[in-house]
């Protein structure tokens, strides 16, 4: 994917360099010097792609950074909506279908217009309708937890996960008494929206 974009950037007049993980970036972005940066929130083993927007946040707050994830918004990604840093892009790689509008939103971002480019705010991104300790719940359910462990990692009863759960399923529009199991169906959206998680 970070070969395909590059020649896609380099194709449109752009010098690009592309880097495997967190370290190899840090040693590019002091070798190569850019002046905008397109990373996924989720990086594998180690450091993730909002542990290097926070350092670059601080350190090289003149490179543009521009999220390109699977996530509807950070929250699917087990991180805060106020943990990104301020003036950053946010793109839904499956809302991202032509070179052209990828174009634009790099530009947005780099002269100072990221909320053009800020997928997560739409108010029609899957999952919109939940709070943040629903899709806190949902992550938690879709990783394979029970009921008994979200509520031992919570801190709360059983019986509060259930509630949790059984409002998951009413905004979702999940029928219980449907000839579909409500919980397998409620991470089956998630998955469909954000991934598969990583255990936590």
Known sequence: MASLLADLLVANNFVAETAADVIEARESIRLFDPDGILMDISLGDGPSGLDLA????????????????????PRTAGIDESDLPPGCGFLRKDRVRDTEYLLESIDAVMTDRPREVRHDMDPSKPLASLSAKHIEVLRMMATGYTNEHIARVKGVAVSTVERWTAEIFKELGIDGKGTVNSRVEAVRQFIAAAGIPDRL
């Open 54 to 73: 926070r350092v670059l946040n601080t350190q090289r707050p003149d490179i543009a950074i521009i999220f390109l994830t699977k996530h509807p918004d």
